[in-house]
């Protein structure tokens, strides 16, 4: 049998191992604290608040340009590359004055990143006063940047049935709230679309399946830039 180490000896030995399990503790709790899963990037919901232009009035489901704005999308790399998701709360036959009385409980529900207003055409077609419409408009927009909702605007052109003055009149609402509020505007969400058969509906109103994507086409630059700024 080996003689027993002397006291002092195995004391030491003893203090060594305690310091050093301190130090291991002590990283293990460092790491444990260091190494902490990273949260997904929140994806930007974008609402969409328009009428049958944005509702798909007319075709096949998943063929109008929000549907092909979602597919977009899912391609394209955005900020902290979180998707962004759309909320089609798009209603044909929708008008300012309804789109308004809507908008607080979708703002309150969804709580968007971004609103897209796509509205007014209903409006002008049946020659609501243009004080109305412009109003109307603007409420919404104070609205949705109340709730810290970034703003895209979607301007609307209408045939001259109640003269020429009332319908550039109706445009210039567009205009002026894009210049008063300073927001992302599209002036004619129907440029090179309307007034072109080959591209609309048989009631002549309604933008087929062949025009979506140049619809989207047109929105997209600007939705983008609102994008790159969330």
């Known amino acids: 049998?080996?003689?027993?180490?002397?006291?002092?000896?195995?004391?030491?030995?003893?203090?060594?191992?305690?310091?050093?399990?301190?130090?291991?503790?002590?990283?293990?709790?460092?790491?444990?604290?260091?190494?902490?899963?990273?949260?997904?990037?929140?994806?930007?919901?974008?609402?969409?608040?328009?009428?049958?232009?944005?509702?798909?009035?007319?075709?096949?489901?998943?063929?109008?340009?929000?549907?092909?704005?979602?597919?977009?999308?899912?391609?394209?790399?955005?900020?902290?590359?979180?998707?962004?998701?759309?909320?089609?709360?798009?209603?044909?036959?929708?008008?300012?004055?309804?789109?308004?009385?809507?908008?607080?409980?979708?703002?309150?529900?969804?709580?968007?990143?971004?609103?897209?207003?796509?509205?007014?055409?209903?409006?002008?077609?049946?020659?609501?006063?243009?004080?109305?419409?412009e109003n109307n408009l603007a409420t919404m927009i104070k609205l949705v940047r109340a709730e810290g909702s970034r703003v895209l605007l979607l301007g609307m052109r209408i045939p001259p049935s109640y003269g020429r003055r009332y319908s550039e009149a109706f445009h210039k609402i567009y205009l002026d709230l894009q210049k008063q509020y300073q927001l992302a505007l599209v002036p004619f969400l129907l440029q090179g679309i309307g007034g072109h058969p080959k591209l609309m509906q048989a009631d002549g109103i309604h933008p087929n399946a062949l025009a979506q994507a140049m619809m989207l086409e047109l929105v997209w630059p600007e939705l983008n830039r609102v994008l790159k700024k969330q």
């Not at 944005?54 to 391609?75: F, H, I, K, N, T």
């Open 1 to 133: 049998m080996s003689p027993s180490l002397p006291l002092f000896t195995r004391l030491k030995g003893r203090g060594l191992r305690s310091r050093r399990l301190v130090v291991l503790r002590r990283l293990l709790l460092t790491l444990a604290v260091s190494i902490q899963p990273v949260a997904a990037a929140t994806p930007a919901s974008i609402l969409i608040l328009g009428d049958s232009l944005s509702s798909g009035y007319g075709l096949e489901q998943g063929s109008g340009w929000v549907a092909l704005l979602q597919q977009r999308l899912l391609s394209e790399t955005l900020p902290d590359h979180a998707v962004a998701v759309t909320i089609n709360a798009s209603i044909s036959g929708d008008t300012t004055d309804s789109g308004l009385k809507r908008l607080p409980a979708l703002l309150r529900r969804h709580q968007p990143g971004i609103t897209v207003i796509e509205l007014g055409g209903n409006d002008g077609l049946r020659g609501f006063p243009l004080a109305i419409i």
